[in-house]
């Protein structure tokens, strides 16, 4: 940058002096370009920069869930948005970074009562990367994708249960709070990701008089646009205000 700056002084002395021989010119108006070159590189930095990883914002995405009794499936239900992040990492592949929420108040109604109800409800979840979350497993290619194994997830929230008959009461709030060992998910040449097999909830069946454990298993599924970097969008800057200096002195 010092020699660049250099180069502008002897450039200008010799305007100002009306001695401008045709070399000097001819340096005259290539310096002129040299900001527009700058401008053009310091914009082109980002594109390099956003190789690895990249946060990105969950735009859009679903989750389906099924509920379990004993590996039968006894209801579904839905999460019609996510909201929250994923970090990609693009070279490795992999996933460095989760934080998603379903939407509050997913019931799902069961084809055979469990524990005397028929219906359950996921008040609130939230699937969170937790300390030391990594890959588990070396990522697997197919195509235009790739499957990796991470871990480990903490799974937070609440859950609730009622009987279409009012008996028993219903219950609230009671409190989702465990971790996942191992999350698997298929990241496409894209930035949409599909994590599946995330426990939700899980009933132990003893404690409700049933033979066999319920359990509450989603599939997400992620659609996300990049989260802008700080530094890339100084650098964009650099590179605009370069083009507008420019424009000024050809004027």
Known sequence: MRWRGVVFRIVFSRVDSGQRPASVASRGRRSRFSPLLVGLLLLGLPVAARAVPITYDLTGGS????????????GTGASPTLSGSVTLDSATPSIEALDVTLAPNILMSLTSAYGGYDEITIETASVVSA?????????????????????????????GATNSSGTPAGVSGNA????????????????DVVITGVTLHSLDG????????????????????????PSSGLLAAWGLALLAGARRRRS
Do not use: C
Request: net charge negative.
């Open 206 to 229: 003893a404690t409700f008089g049933e033979a066999s454990d319920l359990t509450v298993v989603a599939v997400l599924n992620l659609f996300a646009t990049p989260v802008p970097e």
């Open 63 to 74: 989750a389906t869930i099924q509920v379990l009794v004993g590996g039968v499936l006894i």
């Open 176 to 191: 989702i709070a465990y971790q996942m060992t191992e999350m698997i998910s298929v990241v496409g040449s894209g930035t």
């Open 131 to 159: 300390v030391g979350f990594g890959p588990t497993n070396p990522p697997i290619a197919s195509g235009s994708s790739y499957t990796t194994y991470t871990g480990p997830i903490d799974v937070t929230g609440s859950w």
